[in-house]
Protein backbone atom coordinates (compact mmCIF):
# COMPACT_ATOMS: atom_id res chain seq x y z
CA UNK A 1 0.00 0.00 0.00
CA UNK A 2 1.19 3.93 -1.03
CA UNK A 3 -0.23 6.97 -0.21
CA UNK A 4 0.08 9.76 -2.32
CA UNK A 5 0.93 12.50 0.27
CA UNK A 6 2.69 15.71 -0.98
CA UNK A 7 6.08 16.62 -0.54
CA UNK A 8 8.01 19.92 -0.16
CA UNK A 9 8.09 22.98 1.42
CA UNK A 10 5.89 25.30 -0.73
CA UNK A 11 2.42 23.94 -0.53
CA UNK A 12 -0.32 24.97 1.91
CA UNK A 13 -2.46 23.08 4.54
CA UNK A 14 -3.62 19.78 2.90
CA UNK A 15 -6.32 17.23 4.43
CA UNK A 16 -3.14 14.67 5.02
CA UNK A 17 -1.40 17.76 7.22
CA UNK A 18 -4.55 18.56 9.08
CA UNK A 19 -4.95 14.89 10.02
CA UNK A 20 -1.00 14.26 10.66
CA UNK A 21 -1.24 14.85 14.47
CA UNK A 22 -4.18 12.85 15.34
CA UNK A 23 -3.31 10.63 17.98
CA UNK A 24 -5.20 7.90 16.28
CA UNK A 25 -3.38 7.67 13.08
CA UNK A 26 -0.23 8.46 14.52
CA UNK A 27 -1.17 4.93 16.92
CA UNK A 28 -1.45 3.45 13.13
CA UNK A 29 1.68 4.56 12.05
CA UNK A 30 3.89 3.37 14.95
CA UNK A 31 2.62 -0.07 14.40
CA UNK A 32 5.38 -0.27 11.87
CA UNK A 33 7.78 -2.41 13.98
CA UNK A 34 4.92 -5.15 13.60
CA UNK A 35 2.82 -4.31 10.37
CA UNK A 36 6.06 -2.57 8.63
CA UNK A 37 5.89 0.65 6.03
CA UNK A 38 2.85 -0.21 5.00
CA UNK A 39 1.72 1.09 8.38
CA UNK A 40 1.52 4.66 7.24
CA UNK A 41 -0.36 3.88 4.23
CA UNK A 42 -3.00 2.22 6.17
CA UNK A 43 -3.59 5.73 7.86
CA UNK A 44 -3.60 7.16 5.46
CA UNK A 45 -6.74 5.05 4.09
CA UNK A 46 -8.54 5.59 7.35
CA UNK A 47 -7.78 9.00 8.13
CA UNK A 48 -7.50 10.76 4.54
CA UNK A 49 -8.99 8.35 1.97
CA UNK A 50 -8.67 11.24 -0.60
CA UNK A 51 -5.33 10.56 -0.49
CA UNK A 52 -4.83 6.93 -0.54
CA UNK A 53 -4.18 4.67 -3.25
CA UNK A 54 -6.48 1.88 -1.78
CA UNK A 55 -9.85 1.92 -0.05
CA UNK A 56 -11.77 0.54 2.07
CA UNK A 57 -15.91 0.60 2.97
CA UNK A 58 -16.30 3.98 4.54
CA UNK A 59 -18.03 2.51 7.57
CA UNK A 60 -15.19 -0.09 8.40
CA UNK A 61 -12.67 2.80 8.13
CA UNK A 62 -14.75 4.89 10.48
CA UNK A 63 -15.09 1.89 12.87
CA UNK A 64 -11.00 1.86 12.43
CA UNK A 65 -10.95 5.24 13.86
CA UNK A 66 -12.78 4.88 16.15
CA UNK A 67 -10.47 2.06 17.56
CA UNK A 68 -7.30 3.65 16.75
CA UNK A 69 -8.30 6.51 18.53
CA UNK A 70 -9.48 4.98 21.92
CA UNK A 71 -6.35 2.33 21.74
CA UNK A 72 -3.91 5.59 21.50
CA UNK A 73 -3.81 6.11 24.74
CA UNK A 74 -2.67 3.17 25.94
CA UNK A 75 -0.02 3.99 28.42
CA UNK A 76 2.98 1.45 27.15
CA UNK A 77 4.51 1.97 24.04
CA UNK A 78 4.97 -1.57 22.79
CA UNK A 79 1.11 -2.17 23.49
CA UNK A 80 0.66 1.04 21.04
CA UNK A 81 2.69 -0.98 18.68
CA UNK A 82 0.43 -3.91 18.71
CA UNK A 83 -2.39 -2.22 18.67
CA UNK A 84 -1.79 -0.05 15.71
CA UNK A 85 -0.52 -2.82 13.92
CA UNK A 86 -3.41 -4.79 14.21
CA UNK A 87 -5.68 -1.87 12.35
CA UNK A 88 -2.81 -1.44 9.68
CA UNK A 89 -3.35 -5.31 9.01
CA UNK A 90 -7.26 -4.85 8.90
CA UNK A 91 -6.86 -2.25 6.92
CA UNK A 92 -4.50 -4.40 4.36
CA UNK A 93 -6.81 -7.63 4.41
CA UNK A 94 -10.11 -5.42 3.58
CA UNK A 95 -8.56 -3.26 0.99
CA UNK A 96 -7.62 -6.79 -1.14
CA UNK A 97 -11.12 -7.52 -0.19
CA UNK A 98 -12.38 -4.55 -1.94
CA UNK A 99 -10.19 -4.44 -4.59
CA UNK A 100 -11.32 -8.34 -5.12
CA UNK A 101 -15.17 -7.13 -4.94
CA UNK A 102 -15.97 -8.36 -1.61
CA UNK A 103 -18.21 -5.44 -0.33
CA UNK A 104 -18.19 -4.85 3.27
CA UNK A 105 -21.48 -5.89 5.00
CA UNK A 106 -24.83 -3.82 4.68
CA UNK A 107 -26.94 -5.79 7.66
CA UNK A 108 -26.40 -3.45 10.32
CA UNK A 109 -23.03 -4.59 11.43
CA UNK A 110 -21.84 -1.29 11.48
CA UNK A 111 -25.01 0.75 13.00
CA UNK A 112 -25.49 1.16 16.89
CA UNK A 113 -28.15 -1.41 18.87
CA UNK A 114 -30.48 -0.04 21.29
CA UNK A 115 -28.66 -0.08 24.38
CA UNK A 116 -25.31 -0.82 22.90
CA UNK A 117 -22.70 -0.14 20.26
CA UNK A 118 -22.28 -1.29 17.01
CA UNK A 119 -20.97 -4.99 16.91
CA UNK A 120 -18.17 -3.83 14.05
CA UNK A 121 -16.71 -1.60 17.16
CA UNK A 122 -17.26 -4.07 19.95
CA UNK A 123 -15.32 -6.43 17.96
CA UNK A 124 -12.52 -3.44 16.80
CA UNK A 125 -11.88 -3.04 20.86
CA UNK A 126 -11.79 -6.61 21.75
CA UNK A 127 -9.81 -7.30 18.76
CA UNK A 128 -7.17 -4.45 19.66
CA UNK A 129 -7.04 -5.38 23.26
CA UNK A 130 -6.10 -9.33 22.26
CA UNK A 131 -3.57 -7.75 20.16
CA UNK A 132 -2.11 -5.33 22.91
CA UNK A 133 -1.80 -8.68 24.94
CA UNK A 134 0.17 -10.77 22.57
CA UNK A 135 3.37 -10.65 23.66
CA UNK A 136 4.30 -13.05 20.72
CA UNK A 137 3.64 -10.71 17.78
CA UNK A 138 3.42 -12.73 15.01
CA UNK A 139 0.56 -13.69 16.12
CA UNK A 140 -1.07 -9.95 16.05
CA UNK A 141 -1.14 -10.04 11.68
CA UNK A 142 -3.99 -12.49 11.86
CA UNK A 143 -6.08 -10.84 14.40
CA UNK A 144 -6.34 -7.92 12.36
CA UNK A 145 -7.23 -10.32 9.68
CA UNK A 146 -10.15 -10.86 11.88
CA UNK A 147 -11.38 -7.92 12.46
CA UNK A 148 -11.58 -7.45 8.69
CA UNK A 149 -12.78 -10.52 7.79
CA UNK A 150 -15.57 -10.78 9.73
CA UNK A 151 -16.92 -7.08 8.32
CA UNK A 152 -17.18 -8.66 4.85
CA UNK A 153 -19.32 -11.77 6.26
CA UNK A 154 -22.87 -11.26 6.79
CA UNK A 155 -23.16 -15.08 7.75
CA UNK A 156 -20.96 -14.35 11.29
CA UNK A 157 -22.96 -12.80 14.19
CA UNK A 158 -21.48 -11.02 16.76
CA UNK A 159 -21.13 -13.56 19.08
CA UNK A 160 -19.64 -16.48 16.47
CA UNK A 161 -17.00 -13.52 16.07
CA UNK A 162 -16.50 -12.92 19.80
CA UNK A 163 -16.40 -16.45 20.40
CA UNK A 164 -13.66 -17.08 17.47
CA UNK A 165 -11.91 -14.14 18.95
CA UNK A 166 -12.28 -15.77 22.56
CA UNK A 167 -10.88 -19.16 20.81
CA UNK A 168 -7.88 -17.38 19.00
CA UNK A 169 -7.22 -15.84 22.74
CA UNK A 170 -5.46 -19.28 23.66
CA UNK A 171 -3.60 -20.22 20.48
CA UNK A 172 0.18 -19.77 20.12
CA UNK A 173 2.11 -19.29 17.36
CA UNK A 174 3.10 -23.08 16.53
CA UNK A 175 -0.42 -23.84 17.09
CA UNK A 176 -1.38 -21.76 14.03
CA UNK A 177 0.69 -23.31 12.15
CA UNK A 178 -0.89 -26.74 12.89
CA UNK A 179 -4.13 -25.85 12.16
CA UNK A 180 -3.27 -23.80 8.97
CA UNK A 181 -1.35 -27.09 7.86
CA UNK A 182 -4.56 -29.36 8.81
CA UNK A 183 -6.71 -26.42 6.63
CA UNK A 184 -4.54 -26.85 3.87
CA UNK A 185 -4.42 -30.98 3.94
CA UNK A 186 -6.36 -31.14 0.16
CA UNK A 187 -3.52 -29.20 -1.52
CA UNK A 188 -0.35 -30.13 0.64
CA UNK A 189 -0.91 -33.59 2.08
CA UNK A 190 0.18 -33.89 5.57
CA UNK A 191 2.83 -36.87 6.37
CA UNK A 192 1.20 -40.63 7.32
CA UNK A 193 4.05 -41.01 10.15
CA UNK A 194 1.93 -41.68 13.21
CA UNK A 195 3.01 -39.15 15.92
CA UNK A 196 5.11 -40.24 19.18
CA UNK A 197 2.86 -40.48 22.22
CA UNK A 198 5.68 -39.90 24.54
CA UNK A 199 8.54 -38.35 22.45
CA UNK A 200 11.93 -37.53 24.52
CA UNK A 201 12.84 -34.02 23.08
CA UNK A 202 11.05 -31.23 25.23
CA UNK A 203 10.45 -29.46 21.88
CA UNK A 204 8.76 -32.32 20.07
CA UNK A 205 7.18 -33.20 23.75
CA UNK A 206 5.35 -29.45 23.51
CA UNK A 207 4.12 -29.43 19.82
CA UNK A 208 2.24 -32.75 20.95
CA UNK A 209 0.82 -31.06 23.83
CA UNK A 210 -0.22 -28.49 21.25
CA UNK A 211 -2.07 -31.35 19.03
CA UNK A 212 -3.39 -32.65 22.12
CA UNK A 213 -4.98 -29.13 23.60
CA UNK A 214 -6.45 -28.56 19.78
CA UNK A 215 -8.31 -31.50 19.50
CA UNK A 216 -9.32 -31.01 23.54
CA UNK A 217 -10.41 -27.76 22.84
CA UNK A 218 -12.80 -28.89 19.75
CA UNK A 219 -10.86 -27.45 16.70
CA UNK A 220 -9.32 -30.81 15.17
CA UNK A 221 -10.86 -34.10 14.89
CA UNK A 222 -10.45 -37.04 16.00
CA UNK A 223 -11.25 -35.96 19.54
CA UNK A 224 -8.92 -37.37 22.24
CA UNK A 225 -9.85 -40.83 23.73
CA UNK A 226 -9.01 -42.22 26.64
CA UNK A 227 -8.23 -45.93 25.93
CA UNK A 228 -10.69 -48.76 27.61
CA UNK A 229 -9.28 -51.54 30.10
CA UNK A 230 -7.41 -53.98 28.09
CA UNK A 231 -8.14 -51.89 24.73
CA UNK A 232 -5.16 -50.02 22.47
CA UNK A 233 -5.61 -46.73 20.80
CA UNK A 234 -4.27 -46.66 17.38
CA UNK A 235 -1.06 -44.38 17.27
CA UNK A 236 -2.42 -40.91 15.83
CA UNK A 237 -1.27 -39.95 12.22
CA UNK A 238 -0.81 -36.28 11.05
CA UNK A 239 -2.63 -36.98 8.26
CA UNK A 240 -5.55 -38.26 10.04
CA UNK A 241 -6.56 -35.13 11.55
CA UNK A 242 -9.43 -32.52 10.46
CA UNK A 243 -10.59 -28.91 11.05
CA UNK A 244 -13.86 -29.32 13.09
CA UNK A 245 -16.58 -27.34 12.17
CA UNK A 246 -14.92 -24.66 15.29
CA UNK A 247 -11.65 -25.19 13.21
CA UNK A 248 -12.99 -23.86 10.31
CA UNK A 249 -14.42 -21.38 11.83
CA UNK A 250 -10.93 -19.90 13.51
CA UNK A 251 -8.90 -20.76 10.07
CA UNK A 252 -11.59 -18.85 7.99
CA UNK A 253 -11.75 -15.59 10.32
CA UNK A 254 -7.69 -15.79 11.33
CA UNK A 255 -7.31 -16.17 7.22
CA UNK A 256 -4.97 -18.89 8.07
CA UNK A 257 -4.58 -19.77 4.23
CA UNK A 258 -2.40 -16.37 4.40
CA UNK A 259 0.13 -17.86 7.33
CA UNK A 260 3.48 -18.04 5.67
CA UNK A 261 4.27 -21.43 4.80
CA UNK A 262 7.65 -21.41 6.89
CA UNK A 263 5.51 -21.14 9.90
CA UNK A 264 3.31 -24.45 8.81
CA UNK A 265 6.79 -26.31 8.10
CA UNK A 266 8.47 -25.31 11.30
CA UNK A 267 5.35 -26.07 13.53
CA UNK A 268 5.39 -29.77 11.94
CA UNK A 269 9.11 -29.72 12.22
CA UNK A 270 8.89 -29.35 15.98
CA UNK A 271 6.48 -32.29 16.15
CA UNK A 272 9.64 -34.21 13.93
CA UNK A 273 7.55 -34.42 10.89
CA UNK A 274 8.47 -33.22 7.56
CA UNK A 275 6.50 -30.71 5.53
CA UNK A 276 5.27 -33.08 2.36
Not at 146 to 172: H, Q, T, Y
Request: aromatic residues 4%; neutral net charge.
Amino acid sequence: MQDRRPVGDDHGVTAPEETAELPGRTLIEQGAPVAGSMSRAAATVVFDPSAALVQVDASLAACLRTAATEAAVAPVPRERVRAGAALAFAVEYAATQHRAGRPARSDGWFAARPGSRPAADELAEAVVAAARRSADERRVRHLGYLLAEAACSPDLDAEVAGRALRLADDLSWRRLGLLAAVGRRDRVPLPMAPLPDEPRGWSEWGAREDVADLQRAGLLDPPLTAPRPGSTVPRLRAADLRLTRRGVLLHRLLALDLLHEDAVAEALAALGLPRS
